[in-house]
């Protein structure tokens, strides 16, 4: 079973930046999809960002395209989400998951591709 930590959460105000990490145990071997999710008080859990970790395709959700980028560093078997320009809408539980599944444009979003999930890091944007 692959596990997964978030780390990097806060409260800041409008604006401003983030940057959270996701440590992924057995990076290499069974892992070939990362996905950020978040999910707001009283709302369905959202894709935001995902990337391929066997190169360099990544995948944005439409409210978050230009402000938001997922990157990955192997050596450290991590991924990031830096999150600029922070709105109050960007408020909400951000969890990292991993898929033995490549990424696909059309499912990278989908909760059912992914089989492991972290516990989550809060992120709060107000003034």
């Known amino acids: 079973q692959v596990q997964l930590m978030e780390s990097g959460g806060g409260s800041v105000q409008p604006g401003e930046s983030l940057r959270l990490s996701c440590v992924v145990s057995?990076?290499?071997?069974?892992?070939?999809?990362v996905g950020w999710f978040r999910q707001a008080s009283g709302k369905d859990r959202e894709g935001v960002a995902g990337i391929y970790t066997g190169g360099t395709t990544t995948y944005y959700a439409d409210s978050v395209k230009g402000r938001f980028t997922i990157t990955q560093d192997a050596a450290k078997s991590t991924v990031y989400l830096l999150m600029n320009d922070l709105k109050p809408e960007d408020t909400g539980m951000y969890y990292c998951a991993a898929s033995p599944l490549q990424c696909r444009s059309y499912s990278w979003y989908t909760e059912n591709e992914y089989n492991s999930w972290g516990q989550g890091t809060q992120v709060s944007v107000s003034s």
């Open positions: 057995e990076y290499f071997y069974t892992t070939n999809c």
